[in-house]
């Protein structure tokens, strides 16, 4: 069933890249803007990793809106019938406040979870990782949200948890080659650092998806 559901996530991406792009993209120049005028968000040097509050700020606050915007494009891709930027970026706008509480509480429990040897972060991921669609796309507030993505995914807790596993392992994987790949071709270039944060935001959608898919298997008004 894993297998299966990696196999569903891979296709629909592959199908989908001009309109997953189309959304991805206008997010990935804006996070590199950001940084090209303020700085790197996070920059290594001998003394250890640096954060430039800021620039981290700001990327941060853009993650609901970008978010969102994918959400809404995945919708529509769902429904056959891919939408514009424009209304991808209407719909994540007033999707924004909802998912911006509702990424903070989820990734405020993950990461306690991650601090006590990883593994309680990532079964709290798995339960928990439809709470922005059900505060979405099913009108319910962070906190009703994210109960009920709890209680939604019991069931099945084990085989979403190995499919996030393994398709994350598998984004991570393609964000290593995109690296090698773009620094063996343009080294430090801006030309370099652009192309990759397009490619890995693209990239990335493999999480919204294999989540989207769970979501539409096991939420009531999809069926």
């Known amino acids: ?28 120049l804006t996070s590199e803007l950001i940084q090209g005028v303020l700085g790197p968000a996070l920059h290594a040097d001998d003394e250890g990793i640096r954060v430039n509050e800021l620039s981290a700020v700001l990327i941060l606050l853009l993650r609901p809106f970008a978010e969102g915007a994918i959400m809404a494009q995945m919708v529509g891709i769902y429904l056959g019938q891919t939408r514009s930027l424009g209304e991808c ?38 339960r928990l990782c439809q709470a922005p669609y059900i ?5 319910r ?17 084990w085989q979403i948890l190995g499919a996030v596993a393994l398709v994350f392992m598998i984004v991570i994987a393609l964000f290593q080659l995109s690296a090698l790949l773009f620094t063996g071709l343009f080294g430090e270039q801006v030309i370099g650092s652009v192309g990759l944060a397009i490619t890995t935001s693209l990239i990335s959608c493999l999480l919204n998806i294999i989540v989207f898919r769970y979501f539409c298997l096991m939420s009531p008004q999809s069926q």
Do not use: C, H
């Not at 559901?5 to 206008?26: D, H, K």
């Not at 906190?143 to 807790?157: H, I, W």
């Open 1 to 28: 069933m894993i297998g299966q559901r990696i196999q569903e996530t891979l296709r629909f991406w592959s199908r989908n890249i001009p309109a997953l792009l189309l959304v991805t993209l206008p997010f990935a």
């Open 89 to 126: 970026l209407m719909f994540s706008l007033k999707a924004a406040p909802v998912l911006l509480v509702t990424y903070l509480v989820l990734g405020l429990g993950v990461y306690v979870g991650l601090l006590l040897f990883i593994f309680p972060g990532a079964w709290l991921y798995a």
């Open 135 to 139: 505060a979405v796309l099913e009108n």
């Open 141 to 157: 507030t962070p906190l009703q949200a994210l109960r009920t993505s709890f209680e939604r995914t019991r069931a099945d807790q």
